[in-house]
């Protein structure tokens, strides 16, 4: 298993995604968090195809914190069923890994 994740999430609005990004940080259940926007999403939705302009948010974390942050996902956001999509981090900078490690370390 990868000791660190990247951690994909999508949201309605800017400021939601904002929210969601600086909670996470400051729970330190993320190191870092980019949102990038907007983005065309179409999917299917209770029987029906949807089509909507969503935020993303890519969370940096290690593995350890990975529950956390879905926890944290979950709760506070706005969606019934949130994307949370994880994917191992297999190569990366030492030092970046290093400070992703201390910045979602428990106290």
Do not use: N
Request: proline share 3%; hydrophobic share 40%.
């Amino acid at each position: 298993m990868a000791d660190h994740l990247t951690v994909l999430t999508t949201t309605d609005s800017e400021e939601k995604a904002r929210a969601l990004a600086a909670g996470a940080v400051a729970a330190r259940v993320a190191a870092c968090a980019q949102i990038s926007a907007p983005v065309t999403s179409v999917y299917r939705w209770e029987g029906k195809t949807q089509t909507d302009q969503e935020w993303q948010i890519l969370f940096k974390t290690s593995a350890a914190r990975y529950e956390a942050l879905e926890t944290h996902i979950k709760a506070a956001h706005g969606y019934d069923t949130p994307e949370i999509i994880a994917t191992p981090i297999t190569h990366g900078s030492a030092e970046y890994l290093a400070w992703v490690d201390e910045e979602t370390k428990t106290a």
